[in-house]
Structure formats: structure tokens, C-alpha cells
């Protein structure tokens, strides 16, 4: 990993240039995922790792086969998945949509969608939320994880898990929430 920050002056003015920040494979922050996403999530930059003018949230995600992310939606965020490896489907408002590799989604705020792995093998997709803050959801439901180890036995949400996605970036849950 390497970091550059620093300004320069021209004729006695300063001009801020924001951070640099390489990251390859392997270092960055990750956590298991309780049941029924499975799978881990890696966060790659958010403001607790590198300064930022504009605070996001860049990650990828993996949801091994018949895993899946629940309904839900994000009131004060917006989203962008890009499908990296495997299949699966995204569910945009009731609108089923396939995710292949190559496959992308801009989810506006309160827009609810949930993706699933019908696949059989994993499905791995990058995530950028803005304004962040899903990296703290992931890192107050799951567990850290060293990049190489296996996976653990499946293991469940914490039981105030409603109030850690209020707490972060998750609107209310929908009464008639759908299953995959």
C-alpha cells in the first residue's frame, strides 16, 4: 500500500492536491457475513483509510452459491454495483435483473433492491456507496477476516441488527419486505 499527499505553490499560492492511495489484492479491510449473504466483503477506501474531500465507500463484496443480500434500500445514499465474476440476479423495485460479469446498476436512494447467487460458484461485484457508511454496517454485523483463511460455519446477524442499518446507512425495513 502506498499513500502520497501535498500541495504546491505557484507565485506564492498554495494548491491542495488530495491524497494518492495503491492498494493491491490483499490489503484491504475485511469481515465475514452473517447469514444469508454468507461470504465476505472487503472495504477499499473509505474516509477511515484514506482522507477524503468527498466521503464514499469502494469495496467488493463475494456471496457464495444460494447466498444472498436481503431486500432493502438506502435513504440518504446512492449505490453503484459492478459485476466482476460469477451469476446471479438483481432485484431493482420488483424488477428482476441479471448480473453477469460486466453487469452494472446505479441504485438512486429509496430505491429497493436485493441481489442473489443462483450461480454455482461465487459472485463477486464491487460497491461504491455515497456518501459512505455501508463500510460501518459491514463492520458491526460481521467478523474480521484475514484475506487466505477459511470460511466460517455460517453464522447469524446480530439481533439488533435493525437498529445497526438505521444507525448507518439503511432506510427502514419494508413491512412487505421480498425474499429471493
Known sequence: MSEQAGGTS???TTTYAGH???K???EAISYWQPVPANGHIDVIFA?????MEFPIGFGTQTVPPGGYVREHAHDRNEEVIF???GKGRAVIDGV??????GSAFFIGR???HMFINEGTGDIIWTWLIVPNGLEDFFRLIGRPRQDGEPAPAPF???ENVLQIERDTVFAAQPTDQRRP
Do not use: K
Open 110 to 112: 429509496n430505491r429497493r
Open 10 to 12: 505557484q507565485t506564492g
Open 156 to 158: 447469524p446477524r446480530p
Open 20 to 22: 494518492v492511495l495503491a
Open 47 to 51: 474516509p477511515e483509510v484514506v482522507p
Open 96 to 101: 428482476d435483473h441479471p448480473m453477469q460479469p
Open 83 to 85: 459485476v466482476v465474476s
Open 24 to 26: 493491491q489484492p490483499g
